[in-house]
């Protein structure tokens, strides 16, 4: 399972890079966005077909790891989960947003308001507090609801309220015997859960997937990395097609909503079991040092890419979907480009200390 664990981590970060690049909304002409409908079908499609599904699978990896070698989750190992997450989270979430709003700060006064909801320089000390939590709070814009300043790291919010309830969690579970996460998933499902931000409806559900699976001390069986991860791809495909007709052509009803989150548990199982086929014909996909740049590459994408795809994008406005569709390849592979180059820089010449501050000590 670790093996599976580590080869599957930079992948699933390379997906939620190009699932952050959309080249129209960086248009300089917003009139124009009509003539891009082959290109956004096109990310459209990846993105509810594909990219929805990486945090999923990052949560349950999470929930995993946080109990497989617990034998009894007593005050003692609750105080050593969180220390240690003091230093793998907390600690990078803080800096991390902290440079971001650096970085604001000084492009609102060098070059523009950033971000363009209320300049940096216009934060009290209020919405400063609020911008490590909630950023659609400072903008008043429920489209920012729930997102930080470096907006990937609501994932490493959601993961460390989750931590800290994990008592109540592994009780419900424990006790329960897992029946909760019927609950859970409903929950998730039928998106009932109203905003607290943290944890989300997707967080405490795939957390405790994850986290259950830990406890029972499950390990995905060697034979299930046989030809029936095939089948569990042809049952998603062909659940998607009607779906994806559906969302994108046609109105979106409730029940397919429904549909589609149960879908999604398809496509999960389908990726996990694929990746489980290819670990068994090659144990180690990728170096360690690329392996290991998961969590910096998560944090570091998201200001480089939405810099990159304002400076790019008007290069290829009038080329139309062909344009948008080369932005789309050429900006997030700069940036993973340059992310692998910083942390290798991070990890061999930085001090040690540094490197911790920026990576958890991964």
């Not at 969302?247 to 149960?262: A, L, N, Q």
Request: proline share 5%; hydrophobic share 50%.
């Amino acid at each position: 399972m670790r093996s599976l664990i580590s080869n599957i981590r930079f992948p699933l970060c390379v997906l939620i890079v190009f699932m952050h690049c959309n080249p129209p909304v960086f248009c300089e002409s917003i009139v124009r966005l009509g003539t891009y409908r082959e290109f956004n079908l096109f990310h459209g499609f990846l993105y509810e077909s594909l990219f929805r599904l990486c945090v999923p699978i990052f949560f349950i990896i999470s929930g995993y790891l946080f109990f497989i070698n617990i034998d009894q989750f007593t005050k003692g190992v609750y105080c050593e989960k969180l220390h240690r997450r003091l230093h793998s989270l907390l600690i990078p979430y803080l800096v991390w947003n902290g440079v971001v709003f650096l970085l604001y700060y000084l492009g609102s006064m060098t070059i523009a308001p950033m971000p363009s909801g209320k300049a940096a320089t216009s934060f009290s000390f209020s919405d400063f507090i609020w911008s490590f939590w909630n950023i659609g709070h400072v903008y008043g814009d429920d489209s920012f609801t729930g997102l930080v300043l470096d907006i990937p790291l609501w994932y490493v919010r959601d993961l460390m309220v989750i931590s800290l309830l994990s008592p109540l969690l592994y009780l419900l579970l424990t006790k329960t015997k897992g029946f909760i996460l019927l609950v859970f998933a409903v929950l998730w499902a039928g998106e009932l859960i109203p905003d607290f931000y943290a944890p989300s409806d997707q967080a405490l559900f795939f957390f405790s997937l994850g986290a259950y699976a830990g406890i029972r001390k499950f390990v995905i069986p060697v034979e299930w990395g046989d030809k029936r991860c095939y089948l569990f791809l042809l049952i998603y495909l062909l659940l998607a097609v009607p779906i994806l007709y559906f969302r994108f052509f046609r109105s979106f009803e409730v029940f397919w909503v429904w549909i589609k989150h149960v879908n999604d548990l398809f496509g999960i199982a389908t990726i996990l079991l694929l990746a489980l086929r290819l670990t068994q014909k090659k144990e180690s996909w990728l170096p360690s040092t690329i392996s290991g740049s998961s969590f910096f590459l998560y944090a570091f994408f998201s200001m480089p890419l939405l810099l990159l795809q304002k400076l790019i994008v008007p290069l290829f406005e009038s080329y139309g979907s062909k344009g948008m569709l080369a932005c789309f390849l050429i900006c997030p592979t700069m940036v993973i480009a340059l992310g692998l180059i910083c942390y290798w820089c991070l990890k061999r010449v930085a001090p040690a200390w540094l490197s911790r501050l920026f990576t958890g000590g991964r």
